[in-house]
């Protein structure tokens, strides 16, 4: 990876095969910092090119590829089929009103990575992250305002069931809990030291968190007490999604997945068919449940976890997390901004998410504002004459010998 403090038009980030490759457009002068953020759920690199200013000011990014954006996504919240916002690293929230065709880049004041959302309506919607960062817009995120946590501990997953009622797990065994749209957060005990990587909450009184070693907590009452319940399985677990106060699913590392039809009095292991780390469920109703995780593996129910099946989700990427809506229209994101999208319950994953290149890019040259050639491995080259809106790709080409 190359940082340099230079006065060009165009600064080129290379991120060796993982993440692909970064382009990005900048007017002015300005140090080109890129943060490499390794986090807890996953193994990869991302980068912070999403940053905007006014046009006018000393600092004007705009992503070119991959497109809409090349930050690792942690979770998804669609509030119908066609609205729906994701969040990530370095505070990128990205934002769509038809299904994903489109997706626009929000600014949420944060550059901590944000690891959790949730939307109860089209307007409503509340993210949170590293060092307890909480986010929260009425607006459908044309704007976002920080709210006080009252923690320091990276808050990994936030459950809402109305506009005022949400609860957010995360690092030590942190709970916190509002009742007011999170004016006011008040902070729980869990009874547990260990990460909460996920909520769900299905009623204001109703909940279920999951943790490592197989720990799952459910509270009654709305988190005045936490009671732990037997699992069954020491498997780390980063995924629970319930669809009433009895019907839920936890999922986690090796492919575990577990169910219960009693609130978690009683949890069965079920058989996934993979031995991949499942990162997310979503299920729409007690049979249509859809899991993701590592390596692009989505493996998919339709009779409440009997039976699991494989589906083909055309990338390689690491999966982090998926939302439903209903049995049919879903979304699944992850590793270096991969966005797929089903309106089909999975039979066929489209992606949403394009690059000009994966190749690492390592020149760049401009001759003016709008015509410029990179070139990277594999001989690739890529040429662009409108200032990088649009990228053609070109192969260099051996000499012919007479």
């Known amino acids: 990876m190359k940082i340099a403090n230079v006065k060009v038009l165009l600064f080129i980030v290379s991120l060796s095969g993982v993440c692909g490759t970064g382009l990005a457009i900048q007017n002015g002068y300005a140090r080109g910092d890129v943060a490499t953020n390794l986090s807890s759920h996953s193994t990869g690199s991302s980068t912070g090119l999403s940053h905007r200013s006014p046009a006018g000011t000393s600092t004007h990014w705009v992503w070119q590829n991959p497109l809409p954006q090349g930050n690792t996504l942690y979770a998804a919240s669609f509030a119908d089929v066609n609205t729906g916002t994701v969040t990530g690293d370095n505070g990128i929230i990205v934002r769509t009103t038809d299904g994903g065709n489109n997706w626009v880049i929000q600014s949420s004041g944060t550059r901590n990575t944000l690891y959790g959302v949730s939307f109860t309506d089209a307007n409503h919607g509340t993210a949170v992250g590293a060092s307890g960062t909480i986010v929260r817009t009425i607006d459908g995120g044309d704007s976002w305002s920080i709210q006080t946590s009252g923690t320091s501990n990276g808050l990994l997953s936030v459950s809402f069931i109305d506009t005022n009622t949400g609860t957010a797990v995360g690092e030590n ?130 009779n409440g976890g009997n039976t699991w099946i494989n589906q083909t989700s055309g990338t390689a990427n690491t999966l982090i997390g998926v939302s439903f809506t209903d049995a049919n229209n879903g979304t699944a994101i992850g590793l270096a901004g991969t966005t797929l999208r089903t309106t089909d319950g999975g039979n066929n994953w489209i992606s949403q998410s394009s690059a000009v290149t994966t190749n690492s890019l390592e020149d760049v040259s401009f001759t003016d504002a709008n015509n410029g050639t990179a070139v990277g491995d594999s001989g690739i080259v890529l040429r662009t004459t409108n200032a990088g809106n649009t990228w053609l790709t070109r192969r260099a080409e051996p000499p012919t010998r007479c």
């Open 173 to 302: 065994g942190i709970i916190i809990r509002t009742t007011d749209g999170g004016n006011t957060w008040m902070s729980q005990t869990s009874g547990t030291t260990n990460n909460l990587n996920a909520v769900s909450f299905t009623d204001a009184n109703n909940g279920t968190a999951v943790s490592w070693y197989g720990i799952i907590l459910r509270t009654t009452d709305g988190g005045a007490n936490w009671v732990s319940q037997t699992s069954g399985t020491e498997s780390f677990l980063y995924g629970v999604s319930f669809t009433d106060a009895n019907n839920g699913t936890a999922v986690g590392k090796g492919g575990t997945i577990l169910r219960t039809t009693d609130g978690g009095s009683n949890w069965v292991s079920q058989t996934s068919g993979t031995t991949s780390f499942l990162w997310s469920v979503s299920f729409t109703d007690t049979d249509n449940g859809t899991a993701v995780g590592s390596d692009g593996t989505i493996v998919r129910t339709t």
